[in-house]
């Protein structure tokens, strides 16, 4: 089976996919273009780094972290310390996989295997044994592998230049010799297809070429010594009030969560809502910070370079409990994102990102309806009369002010542009006196990214289908794992993990355990309307201040219904109406692109589900939270 891993890196050597064909990278030109080189005929061409793919490899497809145990999360996370040092490092040969070996305790070939499986995937997941399906199957053995990595380490990675033919000589050889079944010619020959371009450079022509060509690689280095070293989020209410986009009334002043690269000072995302901070506005700043902003500014309309994505190595947060969830937790670590707390009381370790939101507020306070800082500063101005921003209209010129004005100006610390010090950390300067760290690692499913951010739960699947705060989910995928047992545990019915976007809960989204994939399950009863939990909690408040302690979905529905018809009728009149009004806009726009990037081309087709009984149905009795709350 054909396995693409979840990022991609692009550094010199690096072997990927253009137009189905094998390339090898030679060097990066700017922040968008490659120069590649065909693997076949070595001619040469530049290409956008958005039209290559990662080589697949033949491989079973590892286990998503949300599925791994207290255990095998804790043997992943001490599988993945063993190979740290050796990931990526050029020259790596078997007499330092051997030294790290002894140091950690382990065998050789365990060390390899666990390389190779790290770099098929490079998600942490990766590093636990998958449930096999194929027990029984051979497999190449352990020491014909050792004899592989040991042949192709004392002959072909040597000044001598050999030719693989005689590599697999050799192995046939020693194979013979220890009494073992010698492998295939093509298996020697893509060991040797996988080896770093760099590290053969190195030991067939020389350290110094490969230093000289490919010197620009990334490096581990300490604090944010480069771009994406360290990135700093925080939140803060802005200082201005929006207008709603029915009345262009005014609603209320929008919270910002913004995530600021320390190393350029460079904005590579942020997070703009009605609603206080809360998990979903932190994983949503993370994800718009590590992908690519040209669908961002496309939709907003607005040409400008933004060049930050990819994969931050550490990102540096205050010590809120939006920052301390459960599913943040094991999204940065699946990413391997390592999470640091700021200091209690050493309010100076967030001064960065605090000192780019008084720049913010200090532009903000000139635009019509601000709050300004203060009362004293306010004076008689009244920004509810003067405000003229509509949410959309507020996003598109805060991004075009970070785009246009903020990264473009010389930031007195740095002595430079922000854009220009995170270039510069990228690829180098043209001295010579700055090497670029190269390109971070950019993260291909852009949507499944997105989801790993949303909050999660552990459910059954009843015959009615799952049940999420008093409402019901169906689709036919969930058919096959009706009533399942748990595998491990006979006697407990099985729990699937499922994610929600608190925006819009008309939907959930259920990650099938066999198909290694998310599917959208709407409402069981498709005639109800979408809503936020936010939404659902109000409702929930004033069902019981009604003296109604035990309250069913068609209860809730009925409830919401009600409050629309209230909203909608004192939109015009009361600020909390057009508030909630323009929350909906807002959730429901936002939730409803992911819904269908998500749900494309995942939509397996089975035979109706038949009508039940739902009546007598009591769902709650299988219920496992671990989703983080919005209170």
Known sequence: MKIYPATLDLYPGQHILLDGRRMILDSVIDMNTILVCDYETGKCQPCKINDVKPVPSITESSLEIVELSTEELRLAE??????EPLIDLIGRTKAIVCERALEVGVDVVTLYRWLRLYSDSRLLSSLVNTRRADKGKSRLEDNVEEIIADIIDKDFLTDQKIKVSHVY???KEECFNAGVEPPHLNTVRNRVKTIPHQKKVAKRQGRKKAENKYSGIKGH??????????????HTPLDIILVDDAHRLPLSRPWITLAMDVFSRMVVGFYISL??????SVGMCICNSILKKDRFLSHLNIEADWPCSGLPRTIHVDNAKEFRGEVLRLACKQYKIDIEWRPVGRPNFGAHVERLLGTFATEIHTLPGTTFSNLQEKGEYKSEEKAVFTFSEFCEWLTTYITKVYHQNIHSTIGMTPIEKFKRGILGDDSGNQIGRGLPSIVLDEDKLRLDFMPMFRRTIQRYGVAI?????????LRPWVESLDPDNPNAKRKFVFRRD????????FYDPQLKEYYSIPYRDTSYPPMSIWELKKIKEALKKSGKKKFDERAIFEAYKEMREIEEKAAAKTKSARR??????????????LSEDV???RKPQYSSFEELDYNNIEPFDEMEYIEDRDE
């Open 78 to 83: 001490e599988r993945y310390k063993a190979i």
């Open 580 to 593: 909630a009004n323009q929350r909906r806009s807002i959730n429901l726009g936002a939730a409803s692109k």
């Open 469 to 477: 705060d008093n409402i019901y989910y169906w689709h036919d995928v």
């Open 221 to 234: 280095f300490p604090g944010a010594d480069f771009p994406l070293a360290v990135v700093q989020i925080d």
């Open 599 to 601: 749900s494309q081309n």
């Open 275 to 280: 609603e206080k901070p809360c998990t979903t």
């Open 502 to 509: 608190p925006r819009d809960i008309s939907q959930i989204w």
């Open 169 to 171: 000589q050799r192995v």
